[in-house]
């Protein structure tokens, strides 16, 4: 039933390694988003899409990777991870207004 | 570009007082932006609380309420008798931003609600 969905919901990874974060929406929204919430810094955006095939670069998009395969799917590369990359990562959609509808988050630590 | 800026946590209330969490923004590439408040229980993902979209009006969900001023382009969030249960983390945030479809977040507040 949830609108938005990400997996996996939580990844341990080491140092150096691919990660692969997906997210799912069945809200047929054009938009979609990958934040990181750290503390002390709120949402970050890294990645955002517009639409199937698009991908453009957020506000912090260095390590990152972004594919928007389909409408419903939007993924987020880590190709070479780092312990700075630690974080929660949130994805979302949005509508038309720009109101965001969020994933329950990913919990990433790289060892 | 576009930024937004929110009241510093964590701000700790005692449970039936008033509330207010201070949200001032800048956006340079639209006049209008449209206006977000979003919470994050602890344990859960972050969901809108309330949205305004055009300026003068006000908005409300759950007690809390923000009216859009575009005088002082501020969107502060009130509250006049806080619970336990809405102890949370608080995003004031703008969209579109900057000539995009991004949307721009504050850094969150962190709200304790004491019993």
Known sequence: ?111 | GDSVTQTEGPVTVSESESLIINCTYSATSIAYPNLFWYVRYPGEGLQLLLKVITAGQKGSSRGFEATYNKETTSFHLQKASVQESDSAVYYCALGPASNTNKVVFGTGTRLQVLP
């Open chain 1, 1 to 111: 039933e949830a609108a938005v969905t990400q997996s996996p919901r939580n990844k341990v990874a080491v140092t150096g390694g691919k990660v692969t974060l997906s997210c799912n929406q069945t809200n047929n929204h054009n938009n979609m988003y990958w934040y990181r919430q750290d503390t002390g810094h709120g949402l970050r955006l890294i990645h955002y899409s517009y639409g199937a095939g698009s991908t453009e670069k957020g506000d912090i998009p260095d390590g990152y990777k972004a594919s928007r395969p389909s409408q419903e799917n939007f993924s987020l590369i880590l190709e070479l991870a780092t312990p700075s990359q630690t974080s929660v990562y949130f994805c979302a959609s949005g509508d038309l207004s720009y109101e965001q509808y969020f994933g329950p988050g990913t919990r990433l630590t790289v060892l």
